[in-house]
Every structure is written in structure tokens, then in C-alpha cells.
């Protein structure tokens, strides 16, 4: 792994967004997923040198500990997991990496982070995953948060956003 500083993603995202408008959420999401695998092995290599064996074998009560040690000591950020449903996984951080509060922005704008956490814990899951951020620092909100689900979840969260619909009320009709 590479290791890249906050400021100078931050100046990354900018120019993207700058020269590429249109295709930056598409060029973030992709390097997002291309990076997802790497940042999983490093996960399995960390677990196993801190003594916390498989991830895959952690108690799902411990993984939250996991997860906010590992993204944390990354410099991602500080997260939460937890779920709003039986089919969704959310990912909360009031200082997550990729997210620019001066931004401004209009909407949701975490799409390397995106990428990067469905693959990372679709990989933990064994199952494909994707993820949609809808509440984001860069937008003016308090934390970012990212639902990760399959496919079919995170359109029908989509939709509904489209129509108007909170998220948190997509995601109780799929219960």
C-alpha cells in the first residue's frame, strides 16, 4: 500500500472534480474498488499481526473495534458499523478522509470511499456489495455515512432517495 496524506487527497479529489466534473464521481468510484482488494489483504495481514486471527472468524460484537482501529490507524477515519435493517450496513464517520467540509457540495461526494468500502467488506461478507453514501461532510452534515447492501438495496434506496423518500424509510420498506 501507498500511503497518501490527507491534504493531498483532498487536493486530488479538487482537480478531478475541477477538470473531470462529470466523470469524477466515476473515476473516484473506480479507483475506490480497484483499491478495495489491497486494502482488504492489508486488513487480513493487520488482523493476524495484532493477534485478532480471520476477520472473517471475529465476533460481529468485536468488529466495530476492529473496523474503528483499522480505518483510524489508516487515517481514514474514525467509523462506526452498524445497520439500519436486516439487508443494509452503514458506515458513520464525523472525520472520515475524503470528505471536504469547505466543499460545499450539493451532494454526497465520497465516491473513492464508496468503491473502496463495498469491495473491502464485500470481500469480509463473501457476497457482492454495494454502497451509496447519503449523508456526507462535504455537504455540511455531521458525520459521512455509507449504506452497504446488495444490489437490489441500494436501488431501491436510490429510487426512493429520486422520489423524495428519506433513506431510512427505503430502507424499512425492504425489512
Do not use: K
Amino acid at each position: 500500500m501507498v500511503g497518501l496524506t490527507r491534504e493531498g487527497l483532498a487536493a486530488l479529489r479538487t482537480a478531478i472534480w475541477r477538470d473531470a466534473a462529470a466523470n469524477a464521481p466515476a473515476w473516484l468510484q473506480e479507483a475506490g474498488y480497484a483499491s478495495g482488494p489491497s486494502m482488504y489483504q492489508a486488513f487480513v495481514n493487520w488482523c493476524a499481526q495484532h493477534g485478532y486471527g480471520v476477520p472473517e472468524n471475529v465476533a460481529a460484537a468485536n468488529f466495530q473495534q476492529l473496523a474503528t482501529l483499522y480505518f483510524a490507524e489508516l487515517g481514514w477515519g474514525n467509523v462506526a458499523v452498524a445497520t439500519l435493517s436486516d439487508s443494509d450496513l452503514t458506515i458513520d464517520s464525523a472525520d472520515w478522509a475524503e470528505a471536504d467540509p469547505a466543499s460545499a457540495m450539493q451532494f454526497p461526494g465520497c465516491y473513492m470511499s464508496s468503491g473502496m468500502l463495498a469491495d473491502f467488506f464485500g470481500r469480509l461478507a463473501g457476497a457482492q456489495l454495494t454502497s451509496m453514501e447519503v449523508e456526507c461532510r462535504s455537504m455540511g452534515h455531521e458525520q459521512c455515512r455509507f449504506i452497504l447492501g446488495s444490489a437490489e438495496t441500494i436501488q431501491h434506496v436510490y429510487d426512493s432517495l429520486a422520489q423524495g423518500v428519506p433513506y431510512q424509510d427505503a430502507l424499512a420498506q425492504m425489512a
